[in-house]
T-cell receptor, first 110, second 113 residues
Framework: QKEVEQNSGPLSVPEGAIASLNCTYSDRGSQSFFWYRQYSGKSPELIMSIYSNGDKEDGRFTAQLNKASQYVSLLIRDSQPSDSATYLCAVRTGFQKLVFGTGTRLLVSP | GAGVSQSPSNKVTEKGKDVELRCDPISGHTALYWYRQRLGQGLEFLIYFQGNSAPDKSGLPSDRFSAERTGESVSTLTIQRTQQEDSAVYLC???????????FGPGTRLTVL
């Protein structure tokens, strides 16, 4: 079982819809969770970090964490074509290195 | 302030040559990471530095790969006797400490002919 799993996609949504990106992780002791966005040919860019169960909102982005289910998600409201990118989930346990999923490709059609 | 910088941005080399890639972390960031990303693939962890502690080299794919960092400053990733499978984007990231968010540099695209 991979440490951090994401559906590779592509996830296709129409402009204005809500995009829901999901990530599961294997280490129940994981404590820090991050979402990165990576445009084609560019380096990853940090979008959100979340450390506690529940929701964390930042603009059009909401990160959701459920440690009991070992599940973290990213919701993008009012999706725009400029949101089309690969979204990477990353998980850290204590002071271990950050472990990345392979990413979900999101396509937002006009 | 300046972000993480990497040089060169692109490097084309011949099989068997050695290459050196450079990373300048964000000032004050004690942790520095190197990753490799092959075309269309995910991030592959290579090595991690935290202050003066012994580096975590668990991701280095072979003894042709090595990295150095002096204190909390610049790091260099060296690949000896390059092979075509080394072709990838090499990304560097830094953070304030092991528990905080990582910020990535623009990467070095390495092409081995």
């Amino acid at each position: 079982q991979k440490e951090v799993e994401q559906n590779s996609g592509p996830l296709s949504v129409p402009e204005g819809a809500i995009a829901s990106l999901n990530c599961t992780y294997s280490d129940r002791g994981s404590q820090s969770f991050f979402w990165y966005r990576q445009y084609s040919g560019k380096s990853p860019e940090l979008i959100m970090s979340i450390y506690s169960n529940g929701d964390k909102e930042d603009g059009r982005f909401t990160a959701q964490l459920n440690k009991a289910s070992q599940y973290v998600s990213l919701l993008i409201r009012d999706s725009q074509p400029s949101d089309s990118a690969t979204y990477l989930c990353a998980v850290r346990t204590g002071f271990q290195k950050l472990v990345f999923g392979t990413g979900t490709r999101l396509l937002v059609s006009p | 302030g300046a972000g993480v910088s990497q040089s060169p941005s692109n490097k084309v080399t011949e099989k068997g040559k050695d290459v050196e890639l450079r990373c300048d972390p964000i000032s004050g960031h004690t942790a520095l990471y190197w990753y490799r990303q092959r075309l269309g693939q995910g991030l592959e962890f290579l090595i991690y530095f935290q202050g003066n502690s012994a580096p975590d080299k668990s991701g280095l794919p072979s003894d042709r790969f090595s990295a150095e960092r002096t204190g909390e400053s610049v790091s260099t990733l060296t690949i000896q006797r390059t092979q075509q499978e080394d072709s990838a984007v090499y990304l560097c990231a830094s953070s304030t400490n092991r528990a905080n968010e990582q910020f990535f540099g623009p990467g070095t695209r390495l092409t081995v002919l």
